[in-house]
């Protein structure tokens, strides 16, 4: 069956790096785009970021511009999602989602993982 | 950025009841817009694409309708294991926006 699941998440201090992994199984992985969407505690869904199936296209939020970077790698069946200069507002817990094919929806997410960035 | 606005807030309904919750674009979104379903601790789950169409494996009561700026997410007769969080989502235009969710807990 389909699953995604997260890592990489834990306490990092303001402006400092943290690498999200996403290992896919179950499901072509190079056949599809992937996002990250994020959840702060309590709050909202917020989408961070998609790539597309062969990596050549990637969007972000306003919020992580800049900052952020989606990548995968279709040979380890991985996304990732590499986070520089963090911010106390990246604090949240970071879905990946495989997108229903040709559509930019989510439909198989993960668990998630927690990213809080504290000093 | 296209921002999505969903009322009510909060929804109170009792089992059996008809749900009927609303979301908003700022500007058109033609007909690409989704629903999702979240319960506490864990991953949202796709329940509507493109406005109307049901994803995989979704039951019957859940209906979607609407196009351009309005849309329409509808629970014919609630069932106990429907109680959650509901959001859309638009895909017409970068960045992907989510709206701010609406609550539909047990009366």
């Known amino acids: 069956q389909v699953q995604v699941v997260e890592s990489g998440g834990g306490v990092v201090q303001p402006g400092r790096s943290l690498r999200l992994s996403c290992a896919a199984s179950?499901?072509?992985?190079?056949?599809?785009?992937m996002h990250w969407v994020r959840q702060a505690p309590g709050k909202g869904l917020e989408w961070v970021a998609v790539?597309?199936?062969?990596?050549?296209?990637?969007y972000y939020a306003d919020s992580v511009k800049g900052r952020f970077t989606i990548s995968r790698d279709n040979s380890k069946n991985t996304l990732y999602l590499q986070m520089n200069s963090l911010r106390a507002e990246d604090t949240a817990v970071y879905y990946c989602?495989?997108?229903?094919?040709?559509?930019?929806?989510?439909?198989?997410w993960g668990q998630g993982t927690l990213v809080t960035v504290s000093s | 950025e296209i921002v999505l606005t969903q009322s009510p807030a909060t929804l109170s309904l009792s089992p059996g009841e008809r749900a009927t919750l609303s979301c908003r674009a700022s500007?058109?979104?033609?007909?690409?817009l989704g629903w999702y379903q979240q319960k506490p601790g864990q991953a949202p789950r796709l329940l509507i694409y493109?406005?109307?169409n049901r994803a995989t494996g979704i039951p019957a009561r859940f209906s979607g309708s609407g196009s351009g700026t309005d849309f329409t997410l509808t629970i014919s007769s609630l069932e106990p294991e429907d109680f959650g969080v509901y959001y859309c989502q638009q895909r017409s235009d970068w960045p992907v926006t989510f709206g701010g969710g609406t609550k539909v807990e047990i009366k």
């Open positions: 500007q058109s979104v033609s007909s690409y």
């Open positions: 989602a495989k997108e229903k094919r040709g559509y930019s929806y989510g439909e198989s």
């Open positions: 493109d406005a109307s």
């Open positions: 790539i597309s199936y062969d990596g050549s296209n990637k």
């Open positions: 179950g499901f072509i992985f190079s056949n599809y785009g």
